[in-house]
C-alpha cells in the first residue's frame, strides 16, 4: 500500500512534504520561469514505475496525498515544460497500478505545475531529489505499509458542495466519502464588520480535496473551510444582517444543508406589523415564528429527507420565479366569467383569512382565467384591470377606487386601528412609575429597557442586548427580562448557548414558564443536546392546554430524530388542542410513512385532499404520488 513519504508514525492519514531546498531570487515578468523542465524520463516494469523529471535549476516543490481514490499530489512552483519537450515523453503508459494526470494551475501566485500520480492500493511511492532532478518512484508495498495504507484508505474526505437552489430554499449537500455521523452545528452573532454566522464541525476527515471557498449569492453569502485539529469547521456566512433559518442532517451522500429563503421576509413582515412591549412581556409571540425555524419547516415541508427521491426531483422541478418577484403566497387557480367583483373579493377574504374592506365606489363584473398563480399576484392583477388600489395593514386590505385617497386611521379607539402607541404608553407610565416607591435599581433597569426596545427597533441587536443585561443585573427577578434576552440572543444573534443560558434563568424563576421551556428547548436542539433538550421540550408542553408553538416544534425535533411514534403522538395532540391544519396533516402522513404504516399513511393523505384546504398543485401531485405508493 502507500508509504508516507516522511517515516514519522505521527503522518498517517496525510503527507504535506515541503521541500524548498532552493528559492531562486527571481523577477517577476513574464519573461522569468523559477524552474524549467527539460527532460523526463521514465522506466516502467510490471510493478515499479520510476518517473524523473529534469530541470534547470533545484524545484521548489510540495508532495499531498488526495483520497477515494489514493493520489500523490506533486506541485512545482514555477514549473515551465520546455518548448522541445514532447506530449509523448510526458504520458504515462497503460498501467495497473499507476495513472498519471498533468495540470498546468496558471491562476495561482506562482503558477503551479501539478503531476497527479493515481496509485493502486498494492503499491507505495516515494519522491526524492537529486540536485536538479526530481525523481517519483511507486513499486509494491511491503507489509508494514499495507497495513498503514489500509488504515489511509478509511479515512472520510470532504470531496465537493453540491449546490441547488429553489425560490424557497438552497439546499448544500457537503459531499463525502462515507457517512459522517460524528459533527456538531454552531452560530456565531454578527459584528460591526461581519455578518452572522453558522458553522458545522466535522471531526476526522480529510479537506484535501475541498476548495476553500464558495460564493452561493442566497441567503448564504457563501461558504468558507478551515481545517480544525484533525478534521475541519465549515463557515456559512449570512448575506445580510439576520442568520437565516437552517436545517442540518447526514445523508449517504454527506451532510445536507437546507436553508429556508422564506424565512427572513416573513421575520421582517412580522417585525413591522407587531411590536414588542418594553417589559417583554410580548417578546415571546412576536418572534416565536422565528425561534421555531427548522424544526417547523422540517413538519411543513414535504420535501424534507426520507422523502422518494423521484418525487423531490419532481417537486424542485416544479419551482418557478415568483418568489424572486416578490410573489410568494398560496397558490390558487381562478376561472370567473362576469363574477361580480364583490363575490371575488369575498372569495379573496376566505383563501387569505384577512379582513378585506371593499370601498362602496368599487363595482362591476369581471371575466379572469388563472391557473396556479400567487394569490397575492392574481389579487394585483384585478386591481389593475379593475383601477382599484389597495391599502394592507393590522391584518386588513383595504381596496378602493384609484381616484380616491385612503388615509389609515390614527386614534386608537377608530376601528382600523387597534393597535395603542406602545412606545407613548411605555414611556408615560415609566413617568407614572417613577413616581411612586420604588428602588433606584428598577428605575434605572426600566430606563434602560427603554433604550434596549429603541436600539432593538433599529436592529442594533447586540447594543440592545448589552442594555438589556444591565437591566437584568438590576431586576434579577423579572422573568420578562431574561425570556427576553433568550428570544433576542437565539432569534437575531444566533448565539444558541447564551439562549439557554436566560431561558434556565427564567426556569429558575418559574419553572412553569413554557416560554421559556420552548428558548431552552430550541437552543439545546441547535447545539445537537439532544438529550437536553428533549426535557425542555417536555416541559415546554406541561401547560394545560398546552402550547401550540411548543407542540409543533417537538414534533418536528422528535421526527428529524428519528423519534416517530412520538412525533405522532404530539401531532394527534396539537389536533385535539388545535385542530388539523395542512401541514400537520402532511407532517402526520409522512411519519406515518417513515413508520411504515403504509396504510394509515394513505388515509392521512386521502383526508388531506378531502380536507378542503387549499392546497398547492406541486403539494397535490406529492400527495397523490404517496398515496399510489402507499396502496
Same mark, same amino acid.
Request: no cysteine; hydrophobic share 35%.
Given at each position: 500500500m502507500h508509504r508516507e513519504l516522511a517515516k514519522s508514525s505521527a503522518s498517517i492519514f496525510l503527507i504535506l512534504c515541503i521541500l524548498s531546498t532552493v528559492i531562486l531570487s527571481t523577477a517577476r515578468g513574464n519573461d522569468t520561469v523559477a524552474y524549467q523542465i527539460a527532460d523526463i524520463q521514465l522506466q516502467l516494469t510490471d510493478t515499479t514505475l520510476t518517473y524523473t523529471i529534469s530541470g534547470t535549476s533545484a524545484p521548489a516543490y510540495t508532495v499531498s496525498e488526495r483520497f477515494s481514490p489514493f493520489r500523490a499530489v506533486i506541485d512545482i512552483a514555477g514549473g515551465v515544460l520546455s518548448e522541445n519537450l514532447s506530449q509523448t515523453k510526458m504520458t504515462l503508459p497503460a498501467s495497473d497500478f499507476a495513472a498519471l494526470k498533468l495540470s498546468d494551475l496558471k491562476d495561482q501566485d506562482p503558477a503551479v505545475l501539478r503531476f497527479e500520480?493515481?496509485?493502486?492500493?498494492?503499491?507505495?511511492?516515494?519522491?526524492?531529489?537529486?540536485?536538479?532532478?526530481?525523481?517519483?518512484?511507486?513499486?509494491?508495498?511491503?507489509?508494514?505499509?499495507?497495513?498503514?495504507?489500509?488504515?489511509?484508505?478509511?479515512?472520510?474526505?470532504?470531496?465537493?458542495?453540491?449546490?441547488?437552489?429553489?425560490?424557497?430554499? =438552497?439546499?448544500?449537500?457537503?459531499?463525502?466519502? !462515507?457517512?459522517?455521523? @460524528?459533527? &456538531?452545528? +454552531?452560530?456565531?452573532? *454578527?459584528?460591526?464588520?461581519?455578518?452572522?454566522?453558522?458553522?458545522?464541525?466535522?471531526?476526522?476527515?480529510?479537506?484535501?480535496?475541498?476548495?476553500?471557498?464558495?460564493?452561493?449569492?442566497?441567503?448564504?453569502?457563501?461558504?468558507?473551510?478551515?481545517?480544525?485539529?484533525?478534521?475541519?469547521?465549515?463557515?456559512?456566512?449570512?448575506?445580510?444582517?439576520?442568520?437565516?433559518?437552517?436545517?442540518?442532517?447526514?445523508?449517504?451522500?454527506?451532510?445536507?444543508?437546507?436553508?429556508?429563503?422564506?424565512?427572513?421576509?416573513?421575520?421582517?413582515?412580522?417585525?413591522? =406589523?407587531?411590536?414588542?412591549?418594553?417589559?417583554? !412581556?410580548?417578546?415571546? @409571540?412576536? &418572534?416565536? +415564528?422565528?425561534?421555531? *425555524?427548522?424544526?417547523?419547516?422540517?413538519?411543513?415541508?414535504?420535501?424534507?429527507?426520507?422523502?422518494?427521491?423521484?418525487?423531490?426531483?419532481?417537486?424542485?422541478?416544479?419551482?418557478?420565479?415568483f418568489s424572486f418577484s416578490g410573489y410568494n403566497k398560496q397558490r390558487i387557480s381562478v376561472d370567473f366569467y362576469k363574477i361580480d367583483i364583490h363575490n371575488v373579493f369575498r372569495l379573496f377574504r376566505q383563501i387569505t383569512d384577512l379582513n378585506i374592506i371593499v370601498d362602496e365606489g368599487v363595482g362591476g363584473s369581471l371575466t379572469l382565467a388563472l391557473s396556479d398563480v400567487p394569490w397575492d399576484f392574481a389579487l394585483d392583477i384585478i386591481l389593475n384591470l379593475m383601477n382599484l388600489k389597495k391599502e394592507e395593514r393590522f391584518n386588513t386590505i383595504v381596496i378602493y377606487p384609484g381616484k380616491k385617497e385612503f388615509v389609515w386611521p390614527t386614534r386608537a379607539e377608530d376601528n382600523l386601528s387597534f393597535e395603542a402607541d406602545i412606545e407613548v404608553v411605555e414611556q408615560e407610565a415609566l413617568i407614572i412609575e417613577q413616581g411612586v416607591t420604588q428602588s433606584k435599581e428598577i428605575m434605572q433597569a426600566k430606563e434602560y429597557m427603554v433604550k434596549a426596545q429603541t436600539l432593538g427597533k433599529g436592529e442594533e441587536y447586540e447594543e440592545a442586548a448589552l442594555f438589556y443585561t444591565k437591566a437584568w443585573e438590576l431586576w434579577p427577578d423579572n422573568i420578562k427580562l431574561t425570556n427576553r434576552l433568550a428570544t433576542l440572543y437565539l432569534v437575531h444573534l444566533g448565539m444558541n448557548a447564551k439562549a439557554v443560558y436566560y431561558a434556565e434563568k427564567s426556569l429558575t424563576i418559574d419553572p412553569q414558564n413554557s416560554f421559556a421551556a420552548l428558548y431552552a428547548a430550541i437552543g439545546s436542539a441547535n447545539m445537537q443536546r439532544i438529550s437536553d433538550a428533549s426535557e425542555y421540550f417536555t416541559q415546554s408542553i406541561s401547560g394545560s392546554p398546552p402550547m401550540k408553538e411548543a407542540l409543533i416544534s417537538y414534533a418536528a425535533f422528535s421526527e428529524n430524530n428519528n423519534l416517530n411514534e412520538a412525533a405522532i403522538k404530539l401531532l394527534d395532540k396539537y389536533h385535539s388542542h388545535y385542530g388539523e391544519t395542512v401541514d400537520t396533516m402532511v407532517a402526520k402522513a409522512r411519519v406515518l410513512d417513515k413508520l411504515g404504516l403504509k396504510k394509515e399513511a394513505a388515509e392521512q393523505y386521502k383526508a388531506l385532499l378531502g380536507s378542503g384546504f387549499q392546497l398547492r398543485p406541486d403539494l397535490k401531485k406529492y400527495i397523490s404520488s404517496r398515496i399510489a405508493e402507499n396502496n
Open positions: 500520480f493515481s496509485i493502486a492500493d498494492s503499491h507505495d511511492y516515494s519522491v526524492a531529489l537529486n540536485g536538479t532532478d526530481l525523481t517519483i518512484k511507486i513499486e509494491l508495498a511491503g507489509e508494514k505499509t499495507a497495513a498503514k495504507s489500509n488504515l489511509k484508505s478509511q479515512v472520510r474526505a470532504l470531496t465537493d458542495f453540491n449546490v441547488t437552489t429553489t425560490p424557497a430554499a =438552497t439546499t448544500i449537500v457537503i459531499a463525502s466519502s !462515507s457517512l459522517i455521523k @460524528d459533527y &456538531t452545528v +454552531d452560530t456565531v452573532g *454578527g459584528g460591526a464588520n461581519k455578518p452572522p454566522r453558522m458553522f458545522i464541525d466535522v471531526k476526522d476527515v480529510d479537506i484535501s480535496e475541498l476548495i476553500r471557498e464558495k460564493h452561493i449569492g442566497t441567503s448564504v453569502k457563501k461558504i468558507r473551510v478551515a481545517p480544525r485539529d484533525n478534521g475541519a469547521r465549515i463557515v456559512f456566512d449570512s448575506a445580510s444582517s439576520k442568520l437565516f433559518r437552517y436545517t442540518v442532517s447526514p445523508s449517504q451522500e454527506g451532510l445536507v444543508v437546507v436553508i429556508n429563503e422564506t424565512a427572513v421576509k416573513s421575520s421582517k413582515l412580522s417585525q413591522k =406589523t407587531q411590536k414588542t412591549k418594553v417589559d417583554g !412581556s410580548a417578546a415571546a @409571540d412576536v &418572534t416565536l +415564528d422565528s425561534l421555531i *425555524g427548522s424544526l417547523e419547516q422540517s413538519i411543513a415541508d414535504p420535501t424534507a429527507k426520507n422523502v422518494p427521491d423521484e418525487t423531490e426531483q419532481m417537486l424542485t422541478s416544479l419551482a418557478d420565479d
